[in-house]
């Protein structure tokens, strides 16, 4: 595997709560992305960062900020979760000329 | 805009059986495209991708994928299905914009059957 970290792997958090999921990366790739998976839907962007405090929305990022203050770091906020945001998060990785390799995942279960 | 559809949420094939699982895509650039694979529990493993050389392209596993243009497809298949090759399958589509990030079909989920 790409050396990608996810933490926490599993989470249980009550509506309105702020979460904050972990990507860590010792690839020093340059593009970080965080997608979520959710049944019917395949994979979707949520924001990417192409660089050290670069970063920019996806396809479903509202409810949703991030922060990559070191290129092996890239962290998902949740401001105030939702049930809504109960999915299965993946952070994802890649350089220009190469594919993208994906962490193992995050289980957020919003109750 | 680029997209990808995959035809076919749930395919079952008897083991031993020609395994087809069907991706169209759309790109107004020429695209760079990908099957990955997800084992329960797990992340998404690269298959194989498509990056303008070659149209047949073979991956890890057995698989290989052609890619035609004319009917912007990216089907995968492995001539004989085996139990291990149970799992989820996404095709992706690179975005056009320096990103580099994917566009992913909602996925099918290959069932191997004794």
């Known amino acids: 595997d790409a050396g990608i970290t996810q933490s926490p792997r599993h989470k249980v958090t009550e509506t309105g709560t702020p979460v904050t999921l972990r990507c860590h990366q010792t690839e020093n790739h340059r593009y970080m992305y965080w997608y979520r998976q959710d049944p019917g839907h395949g994979l979707r962007l949520i924001h990417y960062s192409y660089g050290v405090k670069d970063t920019d929305k996806g396809e479903v990022s509202d409810g949703y900020s991030v922060s990559r203050s070191k290129t092996e770091d890239f962290l998902l906020t949740l401001e105030s979760a939702t049930s809504s945001q109960t999915s299965v998060y993946f952070c994802?990785?890649?350089?220009?000329?190469?594919?993208?390799?994906f962490g193992q995942g995050t289980r957020l279960t919003v109750v | 805009a680029q997209s990808v559809t995959q035809l076919g949420s749930h395919v079952s094939v008897s083991e031993g059986a020609l395994v087809l699982l069907r991706c169209n895509y759309s790109?107004?650039?020429?695209?760079?495209l990908f099957w990955y694979v997800q084992y329960p529990n797990q992340g998404l493993q690269l298959l194989l991708k498509y990056t303008s050389a070659a149209t047949l392209v073979k991956g890890i596993n057995g698989f290989e994928a052609e890619f035609k243009k004319s009917e912007t497809s990216f089907h995968l298949t492995k001539p004989s299905a085996h139990m291990s090759d149970a799992a989820e399958y996404f095709c992706a589509v690179r975005g056009e914009t320096g990103a580099n990030n994917l566009f992913f079909g909602t996925g099918t989920r290959l069932t191997v059957i004794p």
């Open positions: 790109s107004s650039v020429p695209p760079y």
């Open positions: 994802a990785i890649s350089d220009r000329a190469t594919e993208a390799f």
